[in-house]
């Protein structure tokens, strides 16, 4: 049994992430899994560290996001699900892992050491992404770079291992009998956390 923190990261309800995230929550639900929900555009936050690290007293954490926190530290398992838009995921999302993933809660810096201590180990993560696109040209044309970006830069960085993505491509042209048959592969995933 894990405790999984399902988070969308469509500024919008009324969309197939929403659809992707619900399936995936009723397929770790059957397995036992303890599943918590944030949807992003519901919390109250700015999503500009308006000066980076340094003046930490300027960019208070707002109280949405110091529960956000909490259930980070609860969870075992994150579940980002976003769409691809310009390449990149929405500007929430970003906003969000700038205003939450934080030195001294995510990653901690200490002296004479050139590579930060990962507070994150021990979670993992997988992340479902829709985008327009067919899957094989984001890999073969773009070398999936949001993903190695996320991977490496971010998510990996402060210690999530693994990060596992899944592509939903061609949304706009898929048909509801290719959505029926994501929606089944989504609640696979959940089902297969225990």
Not at 23 to 29: F, H, I, N, S
Not at 127 to 155: E, H, I, K, N
Request: hydrophobic share 45%.
């Amino acid at each position: 049994m894990k405790n999984t923190l399902l988070i969308l990261a469509h500024p919008s309800k009324n969309s197939f992430c929403w659809a992707l995230l619900n399936a995936y929550k009723e397929g770790a639900e059957s397995s036992g899994a303890l599943c918590r929900t944030l949807v992003l555009s519901d919390l109250n936050f700015t999503p500009n560290l308006a000066d980076g690290y340094r003046d930490r007293e300027h960019t208070k954490m707002e109280p949405d996001l110091v529960e956000a926190q909490n259930l980070i530290r609860w969870a075992e398992h994150l579940v980002f699900v976003y769409p691809t838009w310009w390449g990149s995921m929405p500007a929430i999302a970003k906003g969000f892992i700038d205003r939450v993933f934080l030195p001294g809660f995510a990653f901690k810096h200490h002296s004479g050491k050139i590579f930060p201590e990962k507070l994150m180990q021990g979670k993992s993560m997988s992340l479902l992404v829709t985008m327009d696109s067919p899957a094989w040209w984001f890999f073969l044309v773009y070398g999936a770079a949001q993903y190695r970006m996320l991977r490496q830069l971010v998510f990996g960085y402060v210690g999530f291992k693994p990060v596992r993505f899944t592509t939903f491509g061609e949304m706009r042209k898929s048909s509801s009998e290719s959505r029926k048959k994501w929606l089944l592969k989504a609640s696979k995933m959940g089902a297969r956390l225990s």
